[in-house]
């Protein structure tokens, strides 16, 4: 089964590639999940266009870096996961950190990016800050 968003493998089939890989020792699974994607919940055809960003970068990313079996899947929500061999996954980790600091400034404002976080007015009439996007990456093992 595939996202509808990000047309990437969601579901089941998430889980069937991660007890793949199980197995073998050189392999490295990396958790990614999206800080602060909460400014765009509220806003679907922006909340899209995150997402998509989102699955083309790694994609790309991983394609350009990693090997012929890696594989990146979207569970769902702003988490996605990478399963790459050993021997890539800081070239992965690290190109991904930087490109996605370098582009999602295209999803902010002027004067959002520059005071570093969103407003976003709650249902009871107040603000809540949201920091500009970040990437959290945990890589096992």
């Not at 493998?9 to 999940?33: F, I, K, R, S």
């Amino acid at each position: 089964m595939l996202h509808p968003m990000t047309g990437l493998p969601t579901g089941a089939e998430v889980d069937q590639l991660l007890v793949a890989h199980q197995t073998g020792d050189d392999w490295c699974v990396m958790y990614v999940a999206l800080k602060g994607f909460e400014a765009f919940d509220g806003d679907v055809h922006s909340a899209r266009k995150v997402l998509r960003f989102m699955a083309y970068l790694l994609t790309d990313v991983v394609d350009e870096l990693g090997g012929p079996g890696d594989w990146v899947a979207h569970p769902g929500g702003d988490e996605f996961v990478v399963a790459t061999q050993r021997e890539y996954a800081d070239r992965i980790r690290g190109r991904l950190e930087w490109r996605f600091d370098e582009e999602k400034i295209g999803f902010y404002d002027p004067i959002d990016w520059t005071r570093g976080f969103a407003e976003i007015v709650r249902s009871d009439g107040g603000t809540w800050r949201v920091p500009v996007m970040s990437l959290n990456i945990t890589m096992l093992p």
